[in-house]
């Protein structure tokens, strides 16, 4: 199959440092904020519309900028909707989002669409508690048809129709400290595809010019393309058999057979296994409860990369189950053992200890290593008795080399946690 546009973009900044994820995302977002709620997916009672909310999560330094500078300026050579980036309260972004706008053309809009794009998320809203919480519920586009109110400190916000895609970046140090507990259990994290990196792509000083010529003003023609589409997009399913909808498919409670494409087969059948699974998973983040809409915004998505039509093929929908399943890990990665804040819990600990032990090429670090490195996220004492519970359990084993204690990770847990981390459905 031909590659797509998100394709295309990627393989335009291969000789780039920044992860290929990161293009690769950015080039997702710049396609959601563009159509914005002009194309949907009829869910029998509400309309699934393709705004997203994306962050990438690495270290500092790992270029999570470059990425994110690109899906703004693509959206702005555009030019079919608002973008807000800077510093901001949630206040002004409310503010902005309920004033009319101007598109090409003379034609104004009153509707609250926008695109937040900000290489670091803690940097670009204002510290407010209620922040997270709002964009929260603004994201839900499916449920907020209309008017939208909300009253801040004696300021009231209408906005009619709010969609909004957001694209943004961060590290491990100002997450901690920028997102709560509830952000983790009540809905934020749930509702964000985060990209999670922990190495570049190559090495890159842009001394020299590069052999493929970047012009971000050629690559939006296509976006400005998805622009003259609007409505829905076709069914994945059907009551009777038809030439869209040859492939059957009981429902396993009922019985009753219905039809569906081939896209619609693909999901129907993932669906019914996943459906089962997630009631077996404890998760406090409700990901897993909103993850098949997840997959259907990326498939969508997928499918307007491949060509400007409101059918989502089968190489889409198959793409975006496999790209989400993978994102599960991600919200694994950041989420197990916090609960918002900073403080070195044993829960911390234990996360810090696996994700080293992963990321060694032996799975082993020695007493000396791990003490020195992670000094402060808990005392001599702190790191045994957290050490002390992995190995009751197996999960390492404890080799004596001298004086020298190196402690390396199980074969068997080197598979499990690789599974885990990689957003296996267990």
Same mark, same amino acid.
């Given at each position: 199959?031909? *590659?797509?546009?998100?394709?295309?973009?990627?393989?335009q =900044?291969?000789?780039?440092?920044?992860? !290929?994820?990161?293009?690769?995302?950015?080039?997702?977002?710049?396609?959601?904020?563009?159509?914005k709620d002009t194309v949907w997916l009829d869910r029998q009672i509400f309309n699934l $519309? *393709?705004? +997203? $909310?994306? /962050? @990438? =999560?690495?270290?500092?330094? !790992?270029?999570?900028?470059?990425?994110?500078? /690109?899906?703004?300026?693509?959206?702005?050579?555009?030019?079919? %909707?608002? +973008?807000?980036?800077?510093?901001?309260?949630?206040?002004?972004?409310?503010? #902005?989002?309920?004033?009319?706008?101007?598109? *090409?053309?003379? =034609?104004?809009?009153n509707k609250a669409v926008a695109f937040i794009c900000s290489s670091e998320l803690s940097s670009s809203i204002v510290e407010d508690k209620v922040a997270t919480t709002i964009l929260t519920d603004l994201y839900d586009r499916q449920y907020n048809v209309g008017e939208w109110q909300s009253l801040l400190k004696m300021e009231t916000f209408d906005l009619k129709d709010p969609t909004i895609t957001m694209?943004?970046?961060?590290n491990e140090a100002h997450s901690d400290d920028f997102f709560m507990k509830k952000?983790?259990?009540?809905?934020? @994290?749930?509702? %964000?595809?985060?990209? =999670?990196?922990?190495?570049g792509n190559r090495s890159n000083s842009l001394s020299v010019p590069l052999k493929t010529k970047i012009d971000y003003d050629k690559s939006a023609q296509y976006l400005k393309s998805l622009t003259k589409i609007s409505g829905p997009f076709q069914s994945l399913g059907a009551i009777e058999k038809s030439e869209d909808y040859p492939y059957p498919f009981p429902d396993k409670?009922?019985?009753?057979?219905?039809?569906?494409?081939?896209?619609? +087969?693909? @999901?129907?059948?993932? $669906?019914?296994?996943?459906?089962?699974?997630r009631k077996t998973i404890k998760d406090s983040t409700g990901t897993l409860n909103r993850f098949d809409s997840s997959v259907l915004k990326v498939a969508m998505l997928l499918s307007l990369a491949r060509a400007p039509t409101?059918?989502?093929? *089968?190489?889409?929908?198959?793409?975006?189950?496999?790209?989400?399943?993978? !994102?599960?890990?991600?919200?694994?990665?950041?989420? !197990?053992? #916090? %609960?918002?804040?900073?403080?070195a819990t044993d829960a911390v600990r234990k996360t810090i200890f696996i994700q080293e032990l992963l990321e060694r090429q032996n799975h082993a670090i020695s007493r000396v290593q791990l003490l020195k490195k992670y000094w402060m996220q808990g005392t001599v004492k702190e790191w045994d008795d957290t050490i002390l519970s992995f190995t009751e359990n197996e999960v390492?084993?404890?080799?004596? $080399?001298?004086?020298?204690?190196?402690?390396?990770?199980?074969? #068997?847990?080197?598979?499990?946690?690789?599974? @885990?981390?990689?957003?296996?459905?267990?």
């Amino acid at each position: 199959m031909n *590659p797509s546009w998100i394709d295309e973009i990627v393989k335009q =900044h291969e000789e780039f440092e920044p992860p !290929l994820n990161f293009w690769r995302w950015s080039a997702i977002a710049s396609i959601s904020a563009v159509v914005k709620d002009t194309v949907w997916l009829d869910r029998q009672i509400f309309n699934l $519309y *393709p705004n +997203i $909310y994306v /962050m @990438f =999560h690495a270290d500092s330094g !790992l270029k999570k900028g470059p990425p994110v500078n /690109m899906a703004k300026r693509l959206v702005k050579a555009v030019n079919n %909707t608002r +973008i807000i980036s800077g510093r901001s309260s949630i206040q002004g972004i409310l503010k #902005k989002l309920g004033d009319a706008y101007t598109t *090409p053309g003379g =034609h104004v809009v009153n509707k609250a669409v926008a695109f937040i794009c900000s290489s670091e998320l803690s940097s670009s809203i204002v510290e407010d508690k209620v922040a997270t919480t709002i964009l929260t519920d603004l994201y839900d586009r499916q449920y907020n048809v209309g008017e939208w109110q909300s009253l801040l400190k004696m300021e009231t916000f209408d906005l009619k129709d709010p969609t909004i895609t957001m694209l943004t970046a961060t590290n491990e140090a100002h997450s901690d400290d920028f997102f709560m507990k509830k952000d983790i259990t009540g809905g934020y @994290f749930a509702r %964000t595809f985060i990209i =999670h990196e922990s190495e570049g792509n190559r090495s890159n000083s842009l001394s020299v010019p590069l052999k493929t010529k970047i012009d971000y003003d050629k690559s939006a023609q296509y976006l400005k393309s998805l622009t003259k589409i609007s409505g829905p997009f076709q069914s994945l399913g059907a009551i009777e058999k038809s030439e869209d909808y040859p492939y059957p498919f009981p429902d396993k409670k009922s019985g009753e057979v219905k039809y569906y494409s081939e896209a619609g +087969i693909l @999901f129907e059948s993932w $669906y019914n296994d996943f459906d089962d699974l997630r009631k077996t998973i404890k998760d406090s983040t409700g990901t897993l409860n909103r993850f098949d809409s997840s997959v259907l915004k990326v498939a969508m998505l997928l499918s307007l990369a491949r060509a400007p039509t409101l059918i989502i093929d *089968p190489e889409s929908m198959a793409e975006a189950i496999v790209t989400c399943e993978k !994102l599960l890990g991600n919200i694994r990665r950041i989420t !197990l053992g #916090k %609960t918002g804040g900073s403080e070195a819990t044993d829960a911390v600990r234990k996360t810090i200890f696996i994700q080293e032990l992963l990321e060694r090429q032996n799975h082993a670090i020695s007493r000396v290593q791990l003490l020195k490195k992670y000094w402060m996220q808990g005392t001599v004492k702190e790191w045994d008795d957290t050490i002390l519970s992995f190995t009751e359990n197996e999960v390492i084993k404890e080799i004596r $080399y001298g004086n020298q204690i190196v402690y390396e990770m199980t074969e #068997k847990s080197i598979v499990e946690f690789k599974e @885990f981390f990689g957003g296996k459905m267990k």
